[in-house]
T-cell receptor, first 113, second 113 residues
Framework: DQQVKQNSPSLSVQEGRISILNCDYT??????FLWYKKYPAEGPTFLIS?????DKNEDGRFTVFLNKSAKHLSLHIVPSQPGDSAVYFC????????????FGTGTRLTIIP | DARVTQTPRHKVTEMGQEVTMRCQPI?????VFWYRQTMMQGLELLAY????????DSGMPKDRFSAEMPDATLATLKIQPSEPRDSAVYFC???????????FGPGTRLLVL
């Protein structure tokens, strides 16, 4: 039972354009969401997060949007750069302080120069 | 530059052999996680510890997997006996309770023949 779903295994975007990565979840008890970025042969690194009390969080070129009623979140990267090519994982957890994370299967983003 | 370290980085073994993976969490972090990455399931939580005590190991096959923290600077994950279906990348991560995120090591790539 995949509680966090990333339905697009891969995405290709032109350099300079906007990349939009999507994530859906089924467990209504999740209230904190994170995005991780992973390069080959490395561990995932934290990118950005959002609490369920917000609907948007921005950090430089990265913005995460949360739609609680739809149980959907998205990561926007603008403008996309070649160094953004990586696998992006969406993750969710129950309440702050309980760090057990449930991950999606990842989306491989390729930025085309 | 504080990092989570994992050894070995790569391991090839034959079915039935014991495999031991080691992790050194970031100094001062009191929560340690073991994840397994497969193509089909993405990142799955196997077990995690807080202050060296196991909090949740429900993701681990109990008959063959075991996880321990002999001390605050070392976490181990053992598979005995190993099976081909255990082939995956195993990640260790550490963090602080009440912390925002987890910091991942580079992973151990295991191949069981």
């Amino acid at each position: 039972d995949q509680q966090v779903k990333q339905n697009s295994p891969s995405l290709s975007v032109q350099e300079g354009r906007i990349s939009i990565l999507n994530c859906d979840y089924t467990n209504s008890m999740f209230d904190y969401f994170l995005w991780y970025k992973k390069y080959p042969a490395e561990g995932p690194t934290f990118l950005i997060s959002i609490s369920s009390i917000k609907d948007k969080n921005e950090d430089g070129r990265f913005t995460v949007f949360l739609n609680k009623s739809a149980k959907h979140l998205s990561l926007h990267i603008v403008p996309s750069q070649p160094g953004d090519s990586a696998v992006y994982f969406c993750a969710a957890r129950h309440n702050f302080g309980n760090e057990k994370l449930t991950f999606g299967t990842g989306t491989r983003l390729t930025i085309i120069p | 530059d504080a990092r989570v370290t994992q050894t070995p980085r790569h391991k090839v073994t034959e079915m039935g052999q014991e495999v031991t993976m080691r992790c050194q969490p970031i100094l001062g972090h009191n929560t340690v996680f073991w994840y397994r990455q497969t193509m089909m399931q993405g990142l799955e939580l196997l077990a995690y510890f807080r202050n060296r005590a196991p909090l949740d190991d429900s993701g681990m096959p109990k008959d063959r997997f075991s996880a321990e923290m002999p001390d605050a600077t070392l976490a181990t994950l053992k598979i005995q006996p190993s099976e081909p279906r255990d082939s995956a990348v195993y990640f260790c991560a550490s963090g602080l309770d009440r912390g925002e995120t987890q910091y991942f090591g580079p992973g151990t790539r295991l191949l069981v023949l």
